[in-house]
């Protein structure tokens, strides 16, 4: 079933085994316009495979990364709510905790639109983001947040040292998972790092990934799901350690934030995460076996769901043109024939039309007006922000569908 398995990449070593196979999906971010409809969208293998040497889950293929984050990306931060929050306690909690001002220099990795950044303007903190995305570094920029538009890695890392030296302070959130060259990655960060500075790293938890069977959060922009166990063995390579570790079990799904410096310092919190991953198996093949088997089964279950509702004359839309709901659309083939649409707040988003299924993309005011029956939430990781928003639709009887942890019509 798998023609070439390449080594891992982070440990670099052959023997990865894989564990599911999501067939050929098209680009989970590349919407089509509406000139594009009558040509086939290109897809690529989805397989996931563990490695036995440093425990990093990771997807067998390698899309190009200027193909998937800067000829045809489209995701802007800024529309949640949750999401700018999340962002502004992440900054001001760093602010208080290392003392940062004027004399500080923080680093953003991926710092799209800026909305993260921004946060430190009033504290007088130097910033500096990097994203190779053109449209989010313009809207960083017209934010105030200088950005430089490349990918980051040791290269890059050693003109930004030269030019602003080291940094207090590097976050990367949600990006050490779509980064291909991993070592040259995190090696760009070890290499700008002051002495005594600290590197936070946001990502998805691929334990919650696992025990709640989110694989629609499987696309090809992420390389690598990542544990406690393989960031421990990926930032000694570095020289660095794994010194603190902080849980947001409903942020995408269930995301931790990695603390990373020079200094072993390591923390009662991070002992633990790792002590639990080791008793729950997470470095371990036989946890991964019979996830195929359990994300078949709620495929089954999801679509019994829909065409059941279908068949009984319902009108059925969705909300959320998200990565993760191309993946979801794709994997199941539901398309029009059960979609009437997708709800999105991202203007830019807007106008399109889903990877693969082409289900046409409107805004959210399209749920009031077209009031369909049902909405299934592909982006179900802010299910209760939508549903806050969402009160008319549902007062006036329209019910939301969360296709996961299972399939679910909320009362
Ligand atoms: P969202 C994103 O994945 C992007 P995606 C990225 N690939 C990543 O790594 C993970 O997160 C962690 C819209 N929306 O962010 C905005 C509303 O319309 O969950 C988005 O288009 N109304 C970097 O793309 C989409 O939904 C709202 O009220 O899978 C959510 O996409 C809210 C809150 C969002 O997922
Ligand atoms: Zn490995």
Same mark, same amino acid.
């Given at each position: /079933?798998?023609?070439?398995?390449?080594?891992?990449?982070?440990?670099?070593?052959?023997?990865?085994?894989?564990?599911?196979?999501?067939?050929?999906?098209?680009?989970?971010? @590349?919407?089509?316009?509406?000139?594009?409809?009558?040509?086939?969208?290109?897809?690529?293998?989805?397989?996931?495979?563990?490695?036995?040497?440093?425990?990093? #889950?990771?997807?067998?293929?390698?899309?190009?990364? $200027? *193909?998937?984050?800067?000829?045809?990306?489209?995701?802007?931060? &800024?529309?949640?709510?949750?999401?700018?929050? %999340?962002?502004?306690?992440?900054?001001?909690?760093?602010?208080?905790?290392?003392?940062?001002?004027? $004399?500080?220099?923080?680093?953003?990795?991926?710092?799209?639109?800026?909305?993260?950044?921004?946060?430190?303007?009033?504290?007088?903190?130097?910033? =500096?983001?990097?994203?190779?995305?053109?449209?989010?570094?313009?809207?960083?920029?017209?934010?105030?947040?200088?950005? #430089?538009?490349?990918?980051?890695?040791?290269?890059?890392?050693?003109?930004?040292?030269?030019?602003?030296?080291?940094?207090? +302070?590097?976050?990367?959130?949600?990006? /050490?998972?779509?980064?291909?060259?991993?070592?040259?990655?995190?090696?760009? /960060?070890?290499? =700008?790092?002051?002495?005594?500075?600290?590197?936070? #790293?946001?990502?998805?938890?691929?334990?919650?990934?696992?025990?709640?069977?989110?694989?629609?959060?499987?696309?090809?922009?992420?390389?690598?799901?990542?544990?406690?166990?393989?960031?421990?063995?990926?930032? *000694?390579?570095?020289?660095?350690?794994?010194?603190?570790?902080?849980?947001?079990?409903?942020? %995408?799904?269930?995301? =931790?934030?990695?603390?990373?410096?020079?200094?072993?310092? !390591?923390?009662?919190?991070?002992?633990?995460?790792?002590?639990?991953?080791? @008793?729950?198996?997470?470095?371990?093949?036989?946890?991964?076996?019979?996830?195929?088997?359990?994300?078949?089964?709620? *495929? &089954?279950?999801?679509?019994?769901?829909?065409?059941?509702?279908?068949?009984?004359?319902?009108?059925?839309? @969705?909300?959320?043109?998200?990565?993760?709901? &191309?993946? /979801?659309?794709?994997?199941?083939?539901?398309?029009?024939? !059960?979609?009437?649409?997708?709800?999105?707040?991202?203007?830019?988003?807007?106008?399109?039309?889903?990877?693969?299924?082409? +289900?046409?993309?409107?805004?959210?005011? @399209?749920?009031?007006?077209?009031?369909?029956?049902?909405?299934? #939430? =592909?982006?179900?990781?802010?299910?209760?922000? !939508?549903?806050?928003?969402?009160?008319?639709?549902?007062?006036?009887?329209? *019910?939301? !569908?969360?296709?996961?942890?299972?399939? $679910?019509?909320?009362?």
């Amino acid at each position: /079933m798998y023609d070439r398995v390449p080594p891992c990449r982070s440990c670099g070593g052959a023997g990865l085994k894989p564990f599911l196979s999501l067939g050929k999906t098209p680009l989970a971010d @590349a919407l089509v316009s509406a000139d594009q409809l009558d040509q086939v969208d290109p897809a690529f293998p989805l397989d996931v495979a563990f490695c036995p040497g440093c425990a990093l #889950v990771q997807i067998l293929e390698e899309v190009p990364a $200027e *193909r998937l984050f800067v000829d045809n990306y489209l995701y802007f931060s &800024s529309f949640s709510d949750h999401l700018l929050r %999340h962002a502004r306690e992440h900054v001001d909690g760093l602010v208080a905790a290392r003392g940062l001002g004027p $004399e500080s220099f923080v680093v953003e990795l991926a710092s799209n639109d800026g909305y993260l950044l921004r946060n430190f303007a009033p504290h007088g903190v130097r910033v =500096l983001g990097v994203d190779p995305a053109p449209d989010q570094a313009a809207a960083a920029r017209e934010a105030g947040v200088p950005t #430089v538009e490349e990918f980051f890695g040791v290269e890059l890392a050693k003109r930004i040292r030269a030019e602003h030296g080291p940094a207090d +302070v590097i976050i990367a959130n949600n990006v /050490m998972a779509h980064v291909p060259a991993l070592n040259d990655f995190v090696g760009g /960060m070890a290499e =700008l790092l002051a002495d005594d500075g600290v590197i936070t #790293v946001e990502n998805p938890w691929v334990k919650d990934l696992v025990d709640h069977g989110e694989f629609d959060t499987i696309y090809h922009e992420h390389f690598c799901y990542y544990s406690c166990t393989s960031v421990d063995a990926l930032v *000694r390579r570095h020289g660095m350690y794994l010194n603190h570790v902080e849980y947001f079990p409903d942020l %995408h799904g269930g995301t =931790l934030r990695w603390h990373i410096g020079k200094r072993e310092d !390591i923390s009662a919190d991070a002992r633990r995460m790792l002590a639990e991953e080791r @008793a729950a198996g997470v470095a371990g093949f036989a946890y991964y076996a019979d996830f195929a088997d359990r994300v078949e089964d709620a *495929r &089954s279950e999801l679509l019994t769901l829909l065409d059941r509702l279908k068949a009984d004359g319902a009108s059925i839309a @969705a909300y959320g043109a998200a990565a993760k709901g &191309s993946t /979801m659309l794709n994997y199941l083939g539901v398309g029009t024939e !059960i979609l009437d649409f997708v709800v999105d707040r991202n203007t830019w988003k807007q106008g399109k039309f889903m990877p693969g299924v082409h +289900v046409p993309i409107r805004p959210v005011e @399209a749920l009031l007006e077209e009031q369909p029956d049902y909405v299934l #939430v =592909l982006a179900w990781n802010f299910l209760d922000e !939508i549903l806050a928003q969402q009160d008319e639709y549902r007062q006036r009887g329209g *019910r939301f !569908i969360r296709p996961v942890p299972t399939p $679910e019509v909320i009362p």
